[in-house]
């Protein structure tokens, strides 16, 4: 072979048609976990009789989805009709450990919305208030169901952060960490559970915040964590050392995020820090599945919460009009996200 000479791939019209349909394979995958077929086959492999009897399907068209589910990673076909989870299968199973069940629900439940893509790039508005007429937080709130699986994903997501969060950042010198929106607490029992000494304050709306008592109590550091409902936008507690804001900035656009950022300010000692974990987004994107997976998570953003994933600079400027100084970024392992130290400038 000449030094210049190229392997094939496969044709443009191949690569375009390939993407078009990524979304029958995301169908699937939906449908697979909203039956239980992963928990079906959390005790072994079954035939496909078998999982259509416990899902209360069609036997001829399960046996259809599971091959698909074949094809693309999530079980393993046996033959003979037989067929078992993969190691990404197993992860979709609800009792697994580091289950992504809920965030395959999460993503599920967003496709009504995400029909809406050409009208939130025409209006600039989101999907939420587009078809529904309210902001996003506002109609999870009204929607107890869509909430309970939103907030059970947001702690799916938040398992890895709170470990990843140890490891790039040094809590042994502070005292108390003001978690802003913090959920349910998954992150912050994790920060609080490694270091004895500290103290925390969960701030969340009524909404979610009165979910978790349960979980920091599980964790076992209720005893060491306040609990305070609230609105982010108006103020935030006061005396924190630190002050966390973990997936949270993306939520929004720059404006209300400035209100967030300017009530985390307002709140700060001068010796204060504050830790933003988002992704940040390349100043120029070359193609790739790193490059593929953020900025489908930006678009998601734009859509579902009208928010924004931003760049390193973006960030900087709006911190800055929040009279922020960031100190430095560094990346959170085992993650696509960064850690974003800033100070009371």
Not at 40 to 59: D, K, M, N
Not at 71 to 97: H, Q, S
Not at 311 to 337: C, F, N, Q, V
């Amino acid at each position: 072979m000449t030094a210049d000479a190229r392997v094939p791939g496969p044709p443009p019209q191949a690569i375009a048609v390939q993407l078009a349909r990524v979304c029958q394979a995301s169908r699937a995958l939906h449908s697979a976990v909203r039956l239980g077929v992963p928990d079906c086959l959390g005790a072994g492999a079954r035939t496909f009789e078998e999982i259509a009897q416990l899902t209360g399907t069609h036997p001829d068209r399960m046996r259809r989805l599971l091959r698909v589910l074949a094809a693309v990673d999530i079980v393993r076909d046996l033959g003979a009709g037989k067929f078992e989870l993969t190691a990404v299968g197993d992860c979709l199973r609800a009792d697994a450990p580091g289950s992504v069940r809920s965030i395959v629900l999460l993503t599920a439940n967003s496709w009504p919305e995400m029909e809406h893509l050409d009208d939130c790039i025409r209006t600039g508005k989101n999907a939420f208030e587009l078809r529904h007429g309210v902001a996003p937080f506002a109609y999870l709130a009204q929607h107890p169901e869509r909430a309970a699986v939103f907030n059970e994903a947001m702690r799916e997501f938040s398992e890895s952060t709170g470990a990843a969060l140890l490891q790039a950042y040094d809590f042994t010198t502070v005292g108390r960490v003001i978690d802003v929106g913090g959920g349910h607490g998954t992150v912050l029992a994790s920060i609080l559970n490694a270091h004895a000494h500290l103290r925390g304050v969960l701030l969340d709306r009524p909404d979610v915040a009165a979910g978790a008592p349960a979980l920091l109590a599980r964790a076992g550091v209720a005893d060491r964590c306040e609990v305070v409902p609230g609105d982010m936008l108006a103020s935030v507690p006061a005396g924190g050392d630190v002050y966390l804001l973990s997936h949270i900035v993306h939520d929004w656009l720059d404006e209300p995020a400035r209100r967030i950022l300017q009530a985390c300010r307002a709140a700060m000692a001068p010796q204060a820090r504050l830790l933003i974990v988002d992704r940040l987004m390349p100043e120029r994107v070359e193609p790739g599945p790193v490059a593929e997976n953020d900025l489908l998570y930006d678009l998601t953003m734009m859509v579902m919460m009208g928010g924004r994933e931003r760049t390193a600079a973006e960030l900087k400027t709006l911190l800055g009009s929040a009279g922020l100084l960031l100190e430095r970024i560094a990346p959170l392992p085992a993650t696509p996200d960064k850690l974003v130290e800033a100070s009371p400038a």
